[in-house]
């Protein structure tokens, strides 16, 4: 896979300080001309998720000084749609919020823009757009990958005199790797790998059942990188050892990556990010975050945001944006990766709720989805039962 690039050649032109607004980049889908009065678009998201667009939202303020984003959260709990719900009631009206799924969208379908005709998110892996897709019709909005991938101090490899344009390739990754052990005595490297050791949501995305045997068999690839990073380094403190080149290359969550991104203070080209790929497919384990348009919001409002994701994900300065803060955009070519076995990934997360609605997979009797689940979360099966129960049901 390639290095994350640019979809688009963004142009920047002049804002005149007149009654009228003008388009200070080319959008892959126009809308319409932003207001010349003030505009507050308000966002409410789940939890923690999506940290970097109170940073986007500054920088894009500071180039539509009439246009204010403001963010608010709500706990990321089964709470979550009543709460939001009980708020609209009251009279706060949100110009977009977050959604998990059809499970959410069942609750908001006929209170939410259909999304369908933003041309700029067909690009996007169908894959991922399934979970926010009812009938033939789009209701959100990815906003972000999660998943796993590569960071590597680029800086130390540049020193080095090693070529990383290769890196987003299996062949690419070990000859480097390999290079890395050749030279390891002339560097301060004490490995040339590290990471969190955790790689459960890998193994239950990528394992194979041998139903007559019932063992679980891992690419090739997938072996060989574990075996790399051992089961030794589970607490290493990742981000000094990348920092401090004790070691060029970390896998890990991409939510472990945005934490190091932020780390890279002073040094705004030391790391870099690099998709992680299974047996040289175009793969990663990923979900999304998803943000939805509440219809009866203002037509204003609702062009100031749609403004503001066109910008963060297509401009330069959006994109420059989004690789400093660690974000792996789906609207670039790393988000051609698969994610049919997404239901493993989130169980093994916990984020699917027994009894919740909707959350049990398509054929399931909803008793039996309950049970295998409740048995993983109480401790009665362990991750391997759970994935063996999955695969024979669905």
């Known amino acids: 896979m390639k290095r994350i690039v640019k979809w688009m050649s963004c142009i920047v032109s002049c804002c005149l300080l007149t009654g009228c607004t003008v388009q200070p980049y080319s959008l892959p889908s126009k809308q319409a001309d932003l207001p010349a009065n003030d505009v507050t678009v308000q966002i409410v998201l789940k939890g923690e998720e999506g940290e970097f667009l109170q940073t986007a939202a500054e920088a894009y303020q500071n180039l539509h000084s009439n246009v204010q984003i403001q963010i608010d959260r709500l706990p990321d709990n089964a709470e979550y749609n009543t709460e939001l719900l009980s708020r609209i009631q009251e009279g706060n009206i949100p110009t977009a919020f977050s959604v998990s799924g059809k499970t959410d969208l069942s609750f908001w379908q006929d209170d939410v823009e259909n999304l369908s005709n933003q041309e700029w998110i067909s690009p996007v892996e169908s894959s991922l757009m399934n979970q926010v897709t009812i009938g033939e019709n789009y209701f959100a909005l990815p906003l972000d990958l999660v998943g796993y991938g590569i960071l590597y101090n680029q800086k130390l490899l540049d020193n080095m005199q090693i070529n990383h344009d290769s890196i987003g390739t299996l062949k690419g990754l070990q000859d480097i790797v390999r290079e890395l052990k050749s030279r390891k005595e002339e560097t301060s490297l004490s490995s040339p790998v590290c990471g ?36 030794n380094d589970v607490g290493m403190d990742s981000v000094a050892m990348l920092s401090n080149q004790n070691a060029a290359i970390y896998l890990g969550g991409s939510d472990i990556m945005q934490k190091m991104k932020k780390s890279d203070v002073g040094q705004p080209d030391l790391f870099c990010m690099a998709p992680f790929l299974i047996d040289d497919q175009d793969k990663l384990v990923i979900g999304c975050d998803y943000l939805t348009i509440y219809q009866p919001a203002e037509g204003a409002k609702k062009d100031c945001l749609l403004d503001f994701l066109n910008w963060m994900y297509f401009s330069d300065e959006g994109q420059d944006l989004l690789r400093e803060s660690g974000v792996l955009s789906p609207y670039t070519n790393t988000a051609s990766c698969q994610v049919d076995s997404m239901i493993y990934s989130k169980c093994r997360l916990k984020q699917i709720i027994p009894s919740g609605a909707g959350s049990a997979p398509i054929g399931w009797c909803g008793g039996k989805f309950d049970q295998a689940i409740q048995n993983y979360y109480s401790g009665t099966w362990n991750w391997e039962q759970l994935f063996a129960d999955l695969k024979s049901r669905w």
């Open 196 to 231: 969190d050791g955790d790689f459960e949501d890998l193994f239950a995305t990528y394992a194979q059942l041998d139903e007559t045997k019932h063992e679980f068999h891992l690419p090739e690839s997938f072996q060989w990188f574990t075996e790399l990073v051992g089961k």
